[in-house]
């Protein structure tokens, strides 16, 4: 099923921070996030893995709540080149193991100078 | 390194036809993916590919189909081609299986249905 990301858009100056938000209704096994810009490909930020283990970028930071199934993207002091389409994607258990990454609808994210 | 190279980038056909695309994971990555992305559904996962073996797929007709061979290239194939099936088809390669690996993606081919 796929994850719920807010909010939809988000318009920002550029210094300001965001957080976008993903739940998901099964138990997650991994939160992935990417970031594509128009015309590209997506983009790899983070992995947050159940069990707390993480894999990215170290400035993005991000948290994984296995009890809510959520997650949370941070965006902090944003810069022009965070403009984009925020996406994430949940990997959920199965009887016979992780199902496959589903994404959300994604987050269109506009920095202004 | 060189990326994830798909082929061909635009690939125009009629209603009824069949297509197949490629993808060329990155070097060592055995894990492959892939997606079809559109305006009104974002992302979403076809199947995924791990030492030739399907190992998910998601929900999408049987026209779909895919194979991987053993150089870890992996083939898309979509039989019968239908209007709604106009997307961009993003092919994805990780080390391993994707639940724990980080994904890279290729630029897409666009597919257009006359």
């Known amino acids: 099923q796929q994850p719920v990301q807010s909010p939809q858009a988000v318009i920002l100056r550029e210094g300001e921070d965001a957080v976008i938000n993903c739940s998901s209704s099964?138990?997650?096994?991994?939160v992935h996030w990417y970031r594509q810009k128009h015309g590209e490909a997506p983009v790899f930020l983070m992995i947050?893995?159940?069990?707390?283990e993480q894999k990215g970028h170290e400035k993005i930071s991000a948290s994984f709540n296995e009890k809510k199934q959520q997650s949370s993207l941070y965006l902090t002091a944003s810069q022009l080149s965070y403009s984009g389409t925020y996406f994430c994607?949940?990997?959920?258990?199965?009887?016979?193991?992780?199902?496959?990454?589903?994404f959300g609808k994604g987050t269109h994210l506009i920095i202004q100078p | 390194k060189a990326g994830v190279t798909q082929t061909p980038r635009y690939l125009i056909k009629t209603r009824g036809q069949q297509v197949t695309l490629s993808c060329s994971p990155i070097?060592?990555?055995?894990?492959v993916s892939w997606y079809q992305q559109t305006p009104g559904q974002g992302l979403q996962f076809l199947f995924e590919?791990?030492?030739?073996?399907?190992?998910n797929k998601g929900n999408f007709p049987g026209r779909f189909s895919g194979r991987q061979f053993s150089n870890s290239r992996s083939e898309m194939n979509v039989s019968t081609l239908e209007l709604g099936d106009s997307a961009l088809y993003l092919c994805?390669?990780?080390?391993?299986?994707?639940?724990?690996?980080?994904?890279?993606f290729g630029d897409g081919t666009r597919l257009s249905i006359l």
């Open positions: 994805a390669s990780s080390l391993g299986p994707t639940g724990n690996q980080p994904q890279h």
């Open positions: 099964k138990a997650l096994y991994s």
């Open positions: 947050l893995l159940k069990g707390g």
């Open positions: 994607g949940t990997e959920t258990l199965s009887g016979g193991g992780a199902d496959g990454l589903t």
């Open positions: 070097s060592g990555h055995r894990s």
């Open positions: 590919y791990f030492s030739e073996t399907q190992r």
